[in-house]
């Protein structure tokens, strides 16, 4: 992926060394970091995470890292929240008594009612696209870690969908900003693809400010 670079958001909220590797395996040109002024000269944006919301946006405004993802979502750089790192993205959660969230894509997050099957919901889930994205190939099966989903305002902002217990939205889009519920980077050679066409976007996106410029 020459002449792009991924930065991977670094607020000590779990899985960034995963991420880290598995975008290298796919080619891309990565930066970790927890500094906003160097991530915010990356070509595009990871927002990884596992935990509680309340906690994750409170790492974020902390370090002033919020800003790093609000001001790539409207500079049009493409931007990937993974797992608690998707739900971020939203207006805010139940979780933990309530917390405001980024506010990039309308909608809440809240418990998903599993109707009596074990939470969190662990395990691999077969994700049914609901519209056509330069993220998904075709239906596939993702591992997934969590006991909250998102619950997008606008159903053109869901991509795909899966289920267990309900039907929830488990890929997004909003412009530039996407999220996937699942652990791309834990699901196999399907995760990988993923990511890999991410990195595409993120170059295409790099090349045409460059010739815009």
């Not at 909220?13 to 991530?39: F, T, Y």
């Not at 889930?125 to 519209?131: D, F, G, L, Y």
């Not at 699901?187 to 170059?203: E, I, P």
Request: proline share 4%.
């Amino acid at each position: 992926m020459s002449g792009a670079r991924i930065g991977v958001i670094d607020y000590g909220m779990g899985n960034r060394r995963s991420v880290e590797k598995a975008l290298v395996h796919v080619g891309a040109d990565v930066l970790v970091s927890s500094e906003p002024a160097r991530l915010s000269g990356c070509d595009g944006l990871v927002l990884p995470g596992v935990g509680a919301f309340p906690r994750g946006m409170e790492r974020l405004r902390s370090s002033g890292l919020d800003a790093v993802v609000t001001d790539a979502a409207a500079a049009g750089r493409p931007l990937l929240g993974i797992c608690l790192g998707m739900q971020l993205l939203f207006d805010g959660s139940t979780e933990m008594g309530g917390a405001g969230g980024l506010g990039l894509i309308p909608g809440s997050v809240s418990r998903i009612e599993a109707g009596g099957l074990r939470i969190p919901h662990i395990g691999w889930n077969v994700v049914h696209a609901e519209r056509s994205s330069p993220l998904l190939d075709a239906d596939a099966a993702y591992y997934h870690v969590h006991s909250f989903c998102a619950r997008p305002a606008d159903a053109a902002d869901i991509v795909a969908s899966t289920e267990y217990g309900e039907r929830f939205a488990t890929v997004v889009s909003r412009g530039s900003v996407h999220g996937v519920q699942f652990h791309p980077e834990k699901s196999s050679r399907d995760g990988l693809a993923l990511l890999a066409r991410f990195c595409a976007l993120v170059l295409a996106a790099d090349t045409g400010a460059k010739v815009a410029a």
